[in-house]
């Protein structure tokens, strides 16, 4: 078995959300009422956002690079960060670390090219949607990212910080995420919906949707991450 390390608190509750899944699901794929063994290093979220929302990519390595240092000394055998906005330096950090990194966005791509969609809505941070590299990643796999516009990049942004993460789940914030979705449909024939914030899914499921295939990060990044838990 495999030992795997998440980098966590980015926010805690998404971060109670992946342990409680990666114990569901690694039950489920080994028919087992074992329990799974990882490491979750939990840090500093106001800190670390405060790197990236500034775009003070240097100082993000190097928070994060010590974070999964330490992970490493404990001989985790991969890491995952247990959130999209970091991944705004995931490449830098790939490289500045010896564990193998399982990336939340080149998961959710990969699982998108086996559902026959190739536009989609991105829905995060205001740095997700608009940093670039969900947009990177996603070219390699023949998809096109389509971001809302500013106005509603501002409302995601603020109602995902002052209300999501701290798990404050507004009926009035959930319509308004659907209408915004439905305007991307309306305007550019989005055919899916990326929820590129781990928070996201607190909020916002498939069944809220017609006509709209929801891609939740979280179960995929999970999905991934116990699969590389059990294999030999």
Do not use: W
Not at 172 to 178: G, M, Q, V
């Amino acid at each position: 078995m495999k030992k795997i390390g998440i980098i966590g608190g980015i926010g805690p509750e998404s971060t109670i959300e992946y342990y409680r899944l990666i114990i569901k699901k690694f039950q489920e794929k080994l028919d087992t009422d074992h329990y799974p063994e990882l490491l979750i290093q939990n840090i500093n979220m106001t800190e670390m956002i405060g790197y990236a929302f500034n775009n003070r990519i240097t100082e993000l390595v190097s928070f994060l690079q010590k974070r999964i240092n330490i992970l490493e000394q404990s001989g985790v055998d991969y890491v995952a960060l247990a959130s999209n906005t970091p991944h705004i330096a995931f490449d830098e950090l790939s490289r500045k670390v010896e564990v193998p990194l399982i990336s939340i966005v080149e998961e959710t791509c990969e699982a998108i090219t086996n559902q026959g969609i190739k536009r989609l809505a991105l829905f995060g941070t205001n740095s997700t949607m608009s940093h670039g590299f969900y947009q990177k990643v996603a070219a390699k796999y023949g998809l096109e990212i389509v971001i809302p516009t500013e106005k509603d990049r501002k409302y995601i942004h603020n109602k995902y910080i002052d209300e999501l993460i701290p798990r404050n789940i507004v009926t009035d914030t959930k319509e308004s995420l659907i209408k915004i979705a439905y305007n991307l449909k309306e305007t550019h024939g989005i055919e899916g919906l990326i929820l590129g914030g781990t928070e996201l899914s607190l909020i916002l499921t498939p069944s809220d949707f017609e006509g709209i295939r929801v891609f939740d990060t979280t179960e995929i990044h999970v999905e991934s991450i116990v699969n590389a838990m059990i294999k030999n």
